[in-house]
């Protein structure tokens, strides 16, 4: 099945009410051809004073996904944290995310130094952390993207922080180098802050929405939040953060150094809100 419609069939069964889509690669939505991108990724704490602590924590206790990013300067630290786990490299995907460059050579480098801190020879999915100040600068960072994943440094590329104006420079950048589109953006998204439009429109080019900050500007003390968490016997946050993955997104929150927060995060997919729960909840903060 081509990607595209695989991924369309997996919202499918996500919207209709499976809980657990995809079993054979895990709970994980496909974002090209062959990258199985799991719905959970972990993030960090501001500080980073315990990152190799929480990677090692949330990898021994069966998590998948990592995001990082050059500009967290946490690198070497998850690299500690998935050595410390002994987990298998193919096991895990990471995620990170270099700045934009407006020439491509220096954004080359920015891909090999990734790699060089994460002590590792690839990355499951390479991100522009946000488009550069001018068009061509977006479209040259973005050819660094499509090298890099021609030289195998990265099993798919995408971007974060794009508008549409963005994504229109990051494809206007691929022409030359055969046209291969952003498999992710990744932005902020909650219950109460979204961008509608944007989840549309990546829908329509085949893009995977990410979410980033899921839970940032979440007031989780909301009664109709509140409410619904009291339903299914679960805490407001992964009330908020299955409202999300709910509508096909997948994300990236950050437990900190709580161990319970990390056995909350592990089991979003064991449970499943109704429509009338999801429309609920979508009102929140909406107008
Ligand atoms: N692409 C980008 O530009 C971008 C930007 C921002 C973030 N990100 C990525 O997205 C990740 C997540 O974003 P974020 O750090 O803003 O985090 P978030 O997941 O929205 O919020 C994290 C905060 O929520 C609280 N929390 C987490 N789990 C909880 C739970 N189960 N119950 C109650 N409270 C809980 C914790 O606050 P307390 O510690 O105060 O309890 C935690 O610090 C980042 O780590 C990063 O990897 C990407």
Same mark, same amino acid.
Request: glycine content about 0%; overall charge negative.
């Given at each position: 099945m081509a990607p595209g419609l695989f991924r369309a069939a997996l919202l499918g069964a996500f919207l209709i009410g499976s809980a657990t889509p995809a079993p054979a690669h895990g709970?994980?939505? %496909?974002?090209?051809?062959g990258v199985f991108m799991p719905y959970v990724s972990l993030g960090h704490p501001d500080?980073?004073?315990s990152t190799a602590a929480d990677v090692e924590m949330w990898l021994r206790e069966g998590g998948v996904g990592l995001d990082t990013a050059w500009n967290y300067h946490n690198q070497p630290l998850v690299a500690t944290g998935i050595e410390r786990s002994k987990?298998?490299? %193919?096991?895990i995907f990471v995620t990170t995310k270099i700045p934009c460059f407006e020439r491509e050579e220096i954004a080359l480098a920015f891909v090999l130094d990734d790699l060089r801190q994460l002590r590792t020879k690839y990355v499951d999915l390479m991100l522009l952390h946000s488009p550069c100040a001018s068009h061509e600068g977006t479209a040259a960072s973005w050819r660094a993207l499509q090298l890099a994943l021609g030289r195998g440094l990265a099993r798919a590329i995408g971007v974060s922080n794009f508008a549409q104006a963005d994504l229109a420079a990051a494809i206007d950048g691929s022409k030359a180098l055969g046209g291969v589109l952003p498999a992710v953006n990744q932005c902020s998204m909650s219950i109460g802050h979204r961008d509608q439009p944007m989840l549309e429109l990546c829908r329509r080019l085949g893009i995977t929405y990410e979410a980033y900050s899921p839970l940032r500007h979440v007031q989780l003390s909301d009664a109709r939040l509140l409410a619904v968490a009291k339903a299914h016997g679960k805490s407001a946050a992964q009330i908020a953060l299955r409202w999300i993955l709910q509508q096909g997104v997948p994300l990236a929150t950050s437990p900190g150094a709580s161990h319970e927060f990390t056995r909350q995060d592990l089991e979003l997919d064991t449970f499943e809100l109704t429509p009338a729960e999801m429309d609920a909840l979508s009102a929140i903060g909406a107008g």
């Open positions: 709970w994980a939505v %496909e974002i090209a051809p500080d980073n004073s987990r298998a490299r %193919e096991s």
